[in-house]
């Protein structure tokens, strides 16, 4: 459920299979959101340059993968009102973005948050910065440094220039008069796709969904 002016938290989805749908076996959920967000990305270019010229003309070759990169704070202390355990946020971090032993590498992430575009990534890099301590040793104050590498295929990142592209994952809030079948139309071109949306969000009842809802729409094959 998404609400106007409701505060919604940066979520990251760990999933173990590169498709990145169904449910997720893992979630972390930002104890504050970040205020500000840095999305790096690189073109690839040639060089040509002619025989007996100075110059060069720089032909595209392509887009490479970009970056995420996040800072995410964690205060044990209650000041906000809201008293957690710095080392149990911290770990969980590390369970959804580490390394999964029953796929044998880190798990395949995604980041959603607001009307951002969510993004399959891995994590890159992260560092833990412990900012306060209790006497007795426990850490009170915590902030996470992480890199995310994009880890879309070739042909999703083509597709990221079609905001409507079906290859994508899309994040849709009802508005009043919507209904998932009317979604899944507009988003996949096939009505007849909602029972498998209704099953990715876990919806028990897909018929009477409020406005304000928020649904994820994941890559799916008419």
């Given at each position: ?19 990145r ?28 340059q002619?025989?007996?010229?100075t ?15 996040l ?35 880190p ?9 951002l ?12 910065a ?9 850490p ?62 876990g ?20």
């Amino acid at each position: 459920m998404f609400n106007r002016g409701q505060l919604e938290k940066l979520l990251i989805k760990a999933f173990e299979k590169p498709e990145r749908t169904g449910v997720p076996v893992a979630e972390f959920t930002a104890y504050v959101n970040p205020n500000e967000i840095t999305l790096g990305y690189e073109f690839e270019w040639d060089a040509a340059q002619g025989a007996g010229t100075t110059g060069s003309r720089m032909n595209f070759k392509k887009q490479k993968p970009g970056d995420l990169q996040l800072a995410f704070f964690i205060d044990g202390t209650g000041a906000n009102g809201e008293r957690v355990d710095v080392q149990q946020r911290v770990e969980q971090f590390q369970r959804v973005t580490g390394y999964n032993g029953n796929i044998h590498q880190p798990n395949h992430l995604v980041v959603c948050w607001g009307t951002l575009q969510v993004k399959r990534c891995v994590l890159k890099t992260a560092s833990i910065a412990y900012k306060m301590f209790r006497p007795d040793g426990v850490p009170l104050r915590a902030v996470i440094n992480a890199s995310f590498a994009d880890a879309s295929d070739d042909l999703t990142r083509v597709a990221m220039a079609q905001d409507q592209s079906p290859d994508l994952t899309h994040v849709r809030v009802l508005k009043a008069g919507d209904s998932l079948p009317m979604l899944c139309h507009a988003v996949y071109g096939d009505a007849g796709l909602y029972p498998l949306v209704a099953r990715a969000n876990g919806l028990a009842d897909f018929r009477h969904l409020p406005p304000g809802t928020r649904l994820v729409f994941p890559p799916l094959t008419r």
